[in-house]
């Protein structure tokens, strides 16, 4: 069988018994158009290793094997589109590898070559924590092409002094450059989720020599208590939070809010330990 001849999504659906499973936050993208304007955002994709997180039946999966990409790494949980998935194995002449595991606890870097980008309409209940996975090691990217909740996708590209700006859009804008290419609503999947869901595209910047952790501690400190101003909130920093601020050029009566990413760069740059 060629990529050309494969049955429709529903079918392989309804051949595995894929119903969507709320605990594993399933939504399936089964309009091959939408799949394919997803690839097309991604971007350069000639020689990349292109890897995916939840392919379920593997709409995405098949766009991305329309492209110029080297090699597809598929990582899936569901033993069910595991099985579903080796159709679309067999017809990718050798292009395709589908990995069953929770990409939770998957090194990605490990099990693809460079140079690697990753696509996926990502799983909801896990979309957060595998992202700031994937920024502490930003460098090992090209880029990434990912569906939030369009929620957490207006966090990602959101400004200081607005309602959605906080730790992670300091994180992300700290290592990525992001921008929002389309929102999709939810009857574009199957079943369709409560909110609507939004396309982020994320290319890293330049490596920067401030240690992740580090940021990481300064930026939770700050939006842990973000009311407060931040000669109190970053007292489980440093003692010497005034001294610190100085430093840094920043008031000790700003706010978490208030600041932008280059001022978090300076607070890192600036802390003493």
């Given amino acids: 069988m060629s990529l050309a001849n494969l049955p429709p999504l529903r079918d392989v659906i309804r051949a595995h018994g894929l119903d969507a499973k709320k605990t594993l936050g399933q939504h399936f993208l089964l309009d091959l158009n939408i799949t394919a304007k997803i690839a097309r955002g991604a971007g350069e994709m000639d020689g990349v290793t292109a890897i995916e997180i939840g392919p379920g039946p593997g709409g995405l999966t098949r766009a ?15 033993d069910r589109a595991v099985a579903a998935l080796q159709g679309l194995v067999e017809a990718s002449d050798g292009r395709l590898t589908v990995i069953g595991a929770d990409a939770l606890a998957t090194d990605v870097v490990a099990i693809a070559d460079a140079p690697r980008a990753i696509v996926a309409n990502l799983p909801y209940n896990v979309a957060t924590p595998l992202l700031l996975g994937w920024l502490e090691r930003a460098d090992e990217f090209e880029h990434l092409t990912l569906m939030f909740q369009k929620e957490v996708a207006d ?22 450059t992001a921008k929002i290419l389309f929102d999709l609503p939810a009857s574009a999947f199957t079943p369709p989720p409560k909110v609507v869901s939004s396309v982020v595209r994320l290319v890293p910047k330049p490596l920067d020599e401030i240690p992740f952790n580090v940021m990481e501690r300064i930026v939770a400190a700050a939006f842990g208590q973000r009311r407060k101003m931040l000669r109190q909130s970053l007292k489980s920093v440093t003692p010497n939070v005034e001294a610190w601020l100085g430093r840094a050029d ?4 700003s706010r978490a809010e208030e600041l932008d990413t280059d001022a978090f760069v300076r607070l890192a740059r600036a802390l003493k330990t």
């Fill in 155 to 176: 966090r990602l590209v959101a400004v200081p002094r607005t309602k959605a700006y906080g730790r992670l859009s300091v994180m992300t804008q700290w290592r990525m």
């Fill in 250 to 253: 920043i008031l000790p009566t």
């Fill in 64 to 78: 991305l094997l329309d492209t110029p990409a080297k090699r597809v790494v598929a990582i899936e949980r569901d």
